[in-house]
C-alpha cells in the first residue's frame, strides 16, 4: 500500500542509485561543482531538474517535509508570539512544524472542497497572526486565489504545504509557487518518492540563503567555496545523495505519472457514475489536482460509515492524525512540543486547544466522506481501496461496480 511513485521504480533509478554507489560519493556536496558536467551531485541536479518542472527560483532538497515546513517557517521569521492558520483537515506534520518554531497553531475550518476555507481563516485572524498554511490535501489545490488576496490584504505570510500534492498545479502555475514557500514530500505515499525526503521551493533569494543555513549547520547555499553563511545555528536536514538519486529519476516520471492518475480518475469516475444522496468533491481546479484519490461525499455520516464498513475502508473523520479531532497533542492537557508548554510566551492565556467539536463543519464534512484511492493507497490516509497506478480498465470497471453496488444496497437496506 502505496503512493504512485513506488510502483514506478524501475531501471532508471537503478541506474543513478549504481552511479552513486560506483563512484563512492554519498554526499551532496563531494562533487558539488554545478556547472552541469556528469560530476553534479544527484542531489543538486534534482534540484536543478525540480526548479525547472516548476518554474520556482529556488528549490532546496532536505530530509522531509516536515523538516521543509520547519526551516522555512522559521526562515520567514515565524516564532513565539506568533499565530499559523492552518485547516483542521490535513498531516499533523505542518501543525508540529508550528508548534516548534514556538508558535501557535490556530485551526481553521474546511469546506466542501475538504479544504482550507478562506472565510474561516479570515475570522480567525487577529493581531498576532503571521502566516496561513494552505495544506493541498488529497493532491487538490487550495482555493489560491481567494487565499493570496486575504494574506495580501492583511500583510500575512502564505505558506504551501504541497506534500500530497508534488507536480499538481492551480490555473497552469504550479503549487509551492505561489507562498512565500512551498514543501513537497518524497515518502512513499507521495507523487514522487524516494522512501523519505523533502524539498522547499521559494522565489525569495533570502528565504532560500536562510533555509539553506538552517538545514545545514549555518552554510551557505550550495557551500560554493565557503561554509559560512548567515550566523545563525543550523541544523542538519539535508538530503542524502542517494535519496537525490532516487528523486532525480522519479522527477523525471512525475509528468507521466500525473498523466496516468488524472486519465484513470476520469475512467473511474466515469465507471462509478452519478449516485443518488452522494456528491463528488470538488475541486478549485480539476486539470491541477494530482488525482489521487477520488472523494465522495454523503448525505449522513451513518450511510458513509456503513459504505465504508462494507468496503473494508474509514471514511475521512477516522483517518489517523489527519483530523485534528484524532490528535491528542491538540487535547487539553497536552503539550505541543518539549518546549512550547501550554501557555503562550507572554503568560497571558493558555493556548488554545482543540478537542473533538471544536471544529463542526470539519467534522461534519470528514464524517460524511469517503476518499477511493486512484494512486494513493494508504489506509491510514482512509484510501485503503480503490485502484492503484497501475489499473487498467477492467480493474477500473471492477472497483466502480463494487463502490456502486455496494453504495445502492446501504441505501436499498436504509429505505
Ligand atoms: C499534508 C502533509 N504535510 C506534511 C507531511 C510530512 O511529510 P514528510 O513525511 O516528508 O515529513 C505529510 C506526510 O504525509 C503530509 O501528508
Given at each position: 500500500?502505496?503512493?504512485?511513485?513506488?510502483?514506478?521504480?524501475?531501471?532508471?533509478?537503478?541506474?543513478?542509485?549504481?552511479?552513486?554507489?560506483?563512484?563512492?560519493?554519498?554526499?551532496?556536496?563531494?562533487?558539488?561543482?554545478?556547472?552541469?558536467?556528469?560530476?553534479?551531485?544527484?542531489?543538486?541536479?534534482?534540484?536543478?531538474?525540480?526548479?525547472?518542472?516548476?518554474?520556482?527560483?529556488?528549490?532546496?532538497?532536505?530530509?522531509?517535509?516536515?523538516?521543509?515546513?520547519?526551516?522555512?517557517?522559521?526562515?520567514?521569521?515565524?516564532?513565539?508570539?506568533?499565530?499559523?492558520?492552518?485547516?483542521?483537515?490535513?498531516?499533523?506534520?505542518?501543525?508540529?512544524?508550528?508548534?516548534?518554531?514556538?508558535?501557535?497553531?490556530?485551526?481553521?475550518?474546511?469546506?466542501?472542497?475538504?479544504?482550507?476555507?478562506?472565510?474561516?481563516?479570515?475570522?480567525?485572524?487577529?493581531?498576532?497572526?503571521?502566516?496561513?498554511?494552505?495544506?493541498?490535501?488529497?493532491?487538490?489545490?487550495?482555493?489560491?486565489?481567494?487565499?493570496?488576496?486575504?494574506?495580501?490584504?492583511?500583510?500575512?505570510?502564505?505558506?504551501?504545504?504541497?506534500?500530497?500534492?508534488?507536480?499538481?498545479?492551480?490555473?497552469?502555475?504550479?503549487?509551492?509557487?505561489?507562498?512565500?514557500?512551498?514543501?513537497?514530500?518524497?515518502?512513499?505515499?507521495?507523487?514522487?518518492?524516494?522512501?523519505?525526503?523533502?524539498?522547499?521551493?521559494?522565489?525569495?533569494?533570502?528565504?532560500?540563503?536562510?533555509?539553506?543555513?538552517?538545514?545545514?549547520?549555518?552554510?551557505?547555499?550550495?557551500?560554493?567555496?565557503?561554509?559560512?553563511?548567515?550566523?545563525?545555528?543550523?541544523?542538519?536536514?539535508?538530503?542524502?545523495?542517494?535519496?537525490?538519486?532516487?528523486?532525480?529519476?522519479?522527477?523525471?516520471?512525475?509528468?507521466?505519472?500525473?498523466?496516468?492518475?488524472?486519465?484513470?480518475?476520469?475512467?473511474?469516475a466515469d465507471a462509478i457514475g452519478d449516485l443518488s444522496g452522494v456528491t463528488r468533491r470538488p475541486l478549485h481546479d480539476p486539470d491541477g489536482d494530482c488525482a489521487t484519490v477520488l472523494a465522495y461525499t454523503f448525505a449522513s455520516a451513518a450511510m458513509a460509515d456503513e459504505v465504508a464498513g462494507r468496503l473494508g475502508t474509514i471514511t475521512l473523520g477516522r483517518s489517523g492524525k489527519h483530523n485534528y479531532a484524532n490528535m491528542p497533542q491538540l487535547q487539553p492537557g497536552r503539550r505541543a512540543s518539549p518546549t512550547s508548554g501550554t501557555r503562550r510566551p507572554d503568560g497571558a492565556a493558555p493556548r488554545r486547544t482543540y478537542p473533538p467539536g471544536s471544529l463542526p463543519r470539519t467534522d461534519d464534512l470528514l464524517d460524511r466522506t469517503i476518499a477511493l484511492s486512484v494512486?494513493?493507497?494508504?489506509?491510514?490516509?482512509?484510501?485503503?481501496?480503490?485502484?492503484?497506478?497501475?489499473?487498467?480498465?477492467?480493474?477500473?470497471?471492477?472497483?466502480?461496480?463494487?463502490?456502486?453496488?455496494?453504495?445502492?444496497?446501504?441505501?436499498?437496506?436504509?429505505?
Amino acid at each position: 500500500m502505496t503512493g504512485p511513485g513506488i510502483p514506478r521504480i524501475g531501471p532508471e533509478e537503478e541506474a543513478e542509485l549504481l552511479s552513486v554507489v560506483r563512484e563512492r560519493e554519498l554526499s551532496r556536496y563531494r562533487f558539488d561543482d554545478h556547472d552541469g558536467t556528469a560530476r553534479m551531485s544527484k542531489v543538486a541536479r534534482f534540484e536543478q531538474e525540480f526548479r525547472a518542472l516548476t518554474g520556482a527560483r529556488h528549490c532546496l532538497g532536505m530530509n522531509s517535509c516536515t523538516s521543509a515546513l520547519f526551516a522555512g517557517l522559521l526562515a520567514a521569521g515565524v516564532g513565539p508570539g506568533d499565530e499559523v492558520i492552518v485547516p483542521g483537515y490535513t498531516f499533523i506534520a505542518p501543525i508540529a512544524a508550528i508548534a516548534h518554531t514556538g508558535a501557535e497553531p490556530v485551526l481553521a475550518e474546511i469546506d466542501e472542497s475538504l479544504l482550507i476555507d478562506p472565510a474561516d481563516v479570515a475570522a480567525r485572524i487577529t493581531s498576532r497572526t503571521k502566516a496561513v498554511i494552505a495544506v493541498h490535501m488529497l493532491g487538490a489545490p487550495c482555493d489560491l486565489d481567494a487565499l493570496g488576496a486575504l494574506t495580501r490584504d492583511h500583510g500575512l505570510l502564505l505558506v504551501e504545504d504541497c506534500a500530497q500534492a508534488g507536480g499538481g498545479t492551480y490555473h497552469g502555475r504550479h503549487l509551492g509557487t505561489f507562498g512565500r514557500f512551498g514543501a513537497f514530500s518524497l515518502n512513499v505515499f507521495k507523487t514522487f518518492t524516494a522512501g523519505d525526503g523533502g524539498v522547499l521551493l521559494t522565489g525569495d533569494d533570502d528565504l532560500y540563503e536562510t533555509a539553506f543555513a538552517l538545514h545545514d549547520h549555518g552554510a551557505a547555499p550550495l557551500r560554493m567555496g565557503v561554509t559560512d553563511g548567515p550566523p545563525l545555528f543550523g541544523l542538519n536536514l539535508r538530503m542524502h545523495e542517494l535519496t537525490g538519486a532516487v528523486a532525480l529519476a522519479q522527477v523525471r516520471k512525475l509528468p507521466d505519472t500525473l498523466r496516468t492518475l488524472r486519465a484513470n480518475r476520469e475512467k473511474f469516475a466515469d465507471a462509478i457514475g452519478d449516485l443518488s444522496g452522494v456528491t463528488r468533491r470538488p475541486l478549485h481546479d480539476p486539470d491541477g489536482d494530482c488525482a489521487t484519490v477520488l472523494a465522495y461525499t454523503f448525505a449522513s455520516a451513518a450511510m458513509a460509515d456503513e459504505v465504508a464498513g462494507r468496503l473494508g475502508t474509514i471514511t475521512l473523520g477516522r483517518s489517523g492524525k489527519h483530523n485534528y479531532a484524532n490528535m491528542p497533542q491538540l487535547q487539553p492537557g497536552r503539550r505541543a512540543s518539549p518546549t512550547s508548554g501550554t501557555r503562550r510566551p507572554d503568560g497571558a492565556a493558555p493556548r488554545r486547544t482543540y478537542p473533538p467539536g471544536s471544529l463542526p463543519r470539519t467534522d461534519d464534512l470528514l464524517d460524511r466522506t469517503i476518499a477511493l484511492s486512484v494512486g494513493v493507497v494508504d489506509s491510514y490516509l482512509g484510501s485503503g481501496v480503490g485502484i492503484d497506478v497501475t489499473a487498467g480498465d477492467d480493474a477500473i470497471e471492477a472497483a466502480a461496480r463494487l463502490f456502486r453496488t455496494t453504495v445502492g444496497d446501504v441505501a436499498k437496506a436504509a429505505s
